[in-house]
Each structure stands twice: as structure tokens, then as C-alpha cells.
């Protein structure tokens, strides 16, 4: 059996899982920070390194003790290194080098949306390559060919907002808590999602996204409503946008899928936890005989289960980072140490 340590502090979450031979979950600890950054609206990077510095310890020690392991019995330690904050991003590495130094254990860098796709391998044994992702996060949206395990092609990704960017900046100005995605989910539930033709970017443009536009129409449909004097329906605003979001992104991940004769799909990231996308991806990879993936909530945002995941893959095939490994806050997909 083997079990690996993985340590996630890329934004505001601080991690640590062991997971063995890459699908058993032993423990999954994560300590959220989204009470303390709620007041700001959004994450605040220094707040979340020095929080960072706090957590990852006594998360390290209750992930150990949750597996009934110690680190003599780990056989590598995986860390995101990359994409993300760059202070929270340190935190991890620097703590990932210290444990690889006194224990001996062999170092993984992960990258941190790799790991992301990596999560749905946790929600189901039988998964395996190739397949089609799509990333989906306030961060990135990106398609990407897993032709195998350690083999990433980045089909295309957002030229402007991404996904979850647009569902926090649109939630923002409905004046809905932070995070902005679960709270747009709510309010859409509530409301036609067929009121307002707001556009749909690029849909018909290969494997890239554009989601600038559509925060815009939203932004320029609000103030015109407010400056008539009109009541503003808020809930169809938030399900005609939500509508329109999740329609590019389902109609460009089974078109890719198509093209590239693969029938698997993953979902993966934060966004993958809204209903809307599931069901509505769900029903066109249906359509067309495509089985889609996607994991548990739990799994869909930040979590070091995935980086550990992804990190036994990389062990396996002798991909390890010497003590020299630094955080690269714009790591590219596919990019690789080894």
C-alpha cells in the first residue's frame, strides 16, 4: 500500500489529506477561512498566508492522526505548488520541504488544477483515462485531454473572467454574501431562468470562453432597470445568468468530447458543485452517449484529498521535486518538473 500526505494552501483553505494508492481517502482535514474573509467581500491574500502559517500544522498532525499513520509510514509528500496566491502558496511548500527534509520522504509538486480533475478519480474507483475535463472555478475554466495519467493537452480555457470570477462580481452587485456562487445558485432557484436573453460568448468558437461580456449585459441590465425606476426582478436576473453560463460551458465540454472521440467527461473545480451545470451537462452527455464524472462537494473545492491523488500518479511514475521546488503562483497546465 501507498499512502501519501497532501497539502493544499493555494487560496484560503488550508489542507491535508493521506491517501492511499491513490484512491482511498484515510482523512481529508481542511480548515476554511471563509468566515474570516466574508467581511472583505473576496480573499484577502495577506490575511490568508498569515492564516496559513496558523493552520497547517495542527492540520498536518490531525490528518496523520485521523489515517492512524505517522509520517514514517507515508511514502511521499505532495504539494500544490501552483496555480495561486503566492504567499498562501509558500506556506505549503515551505511546510512540505520541511516535513520531505526530517522524515526523508520523497517530495511531489502538484499542480493545482490537475489536482482538480484528479478529484473525480476519488468519486469513482473505476475511472481512468482518457477523458475530457472541464475546469470550472472563480479562478480558471479550462478544457483539458487527459490522454492518461500524467499526460495533460489544454484544449482551451477563458480569454477574460472566468466562471466563478463572473458569478462572485455578478453576486456582488445583486448584494449577495461572499462566496457569490452557491448564493447566485439560490436566488436562481427562484426565478425564470428564460426572462432575460443575456449573450452567450463565443458559442460557437472551438474551446475557449468569454464570460467579461456576460458580466457586463448583466451590470448594463441592472443599472438601466435602476435608472428607469423599474423593480428589478433579482432572481430572474440571477437564473437568466446562470442559465447563460452554464450553456456555453456544457454545450463547448460535450462538443469537445465529440471531436475528440472520447466518451468520458469530468467536471471539476468549484463551479462543478452548482446543480444547474450537473443537470444540464448531465442531459447533453446523455444526448450523445457521453458517461459524465464529477465528485462530491466536498471534493469540488479546495481539498489536499485531490492533491495527494494527483501526487501518487506523479510518485509512481518517478516524477519528484527536489528541495529547490518554489511556488509558482501562474503555473500553467501540463507544465512539468521532471
Known sequence: MTLILGLETSCDETSAAVVADGRTVLSNIISSQIDLHQRYGGVVPEIASRKHIENVMPVVHQALAEAGATLADIDAIGVTYG??????????????????????????????????????????????????????????????????????????????????????KVARVLRLPYPGGPEIEKLAAQGNPEAIAFPRALSGSGCEFSFSGLKSAVLNHLNAARQRGDTVNEADVAASFQAAVVDVLSAKTVQAAREAGIDKVALAGGVAANGRLRAELAARCADHKISLHYPPPVYCTDNAAMIACRA??????????GLDLNAVPSLKLGEKRC
Not at 132 to 155: E, M, Q
Not at 312 to 321: E, K, M, P, R, T
Open 312 to 321: 501518487h500518479y506523479q510518485h509512481l511514475a518517478g516524477c519528484w521535486a
Open 83 to 168: 496555480p495561486g496566491l503566492v504567499g498562501a502558496l509558500l506556506v505549503g511548500v515551505a511546510t512540505a520541504k520541511a516535513l520531505s527534509f526530517a522524515a526523508g520522504k520523497r517530495l511531489v509538486g502538484v499542480n493545482h488544477l490537475e489536482g482538480h480533475v484528479f478529484a473525480n478519480f476519488l468519486a469513482a474507483a473505476d475511472l481512468a483515462p482518457p477523458l475530457i475535463a472541464l475546469i470550472v472555478s472563480g479562478g480558471h475554466t479550462s478544457l483539458v485531454k487527459l490522454a492518461d495519467y500524467n499526460t495533460f493537452r489544454l484544449l482551451g480555457q477563458t480569454r477574460d473572467d472566468a466562471a466563478g470570477e463572473a458569478f462572485d
